[in-house]
Nanobody, 131 residues
Framework: QVEVVESGGDSVQAGGSLTLSCAVSGLAFSSACMTWFRQVPGQEREGVAYIYLSRYGGWNTWYSGSVKGRFTISQDKSKNTVYLQMNDLKTEDSGMYYC?????????????????????WGQGTQVTVSS
């Protein structure tokens, strides 16, 4: 059984930093696509970043334009955990942050479909950035 648990959300001032964690159990960190996305009530879900973990040990990352240069996605295979380091936070970064994990045969399948109905999602962690 696959379980995804997000943590690390908090309330911070604009310009501050947070690190979110996504602990995944029951899913190998190989040929896997891990995506962070956020949801604000009344708005569409927004993909923030993803990391593709190759079966050969390498990885590829992607960031949305709104967070590129400020957020960093990383992984610790020994802990089966994916992180989202968020720096220089802005009020528009507020929202519920979710992590989705799923298998993809190739990087291109992750790139073309970073979120899938077959993926496993967590319950989310709330980030609130105040001015």
């Amino acid at each position: 059984q696959v379980e995804v648990v997000e943590s690390g959300g908090d309330s911070v001032q604009a310009g501050g930093s947070l690190t979110l964690s996504c602990a995944v159990s029951g899913l190998a960190f190989s040929s896997a696509c891990m995506t962070w996305f956020r949801q604000v009530p009344g708005q569409e879900r927004e993909g923030v970043a993803y990391i593709y973990l190759s079966r050969y040990g390498g990885w590829n990352t992607w960031y949305s334009g709104s967070v590129k240069g400020r957020f960093t996605i990383s992984q610790d295979k020994s802990k089966n955990t994916v992180y989202l380091q968020m720096n220089d936070l802005k009020t528009e970064d507020s929202g519920m942050y979710y992590c989705a994990a799923g298998m993809r045969e190739t990087y291109y399948s992750c790139r073309d479909e970073p979120l899938s109905s077959r993926d496993y999602w967590g319950q989310g962690t709330q980030v609130t950035v105040s001015s």
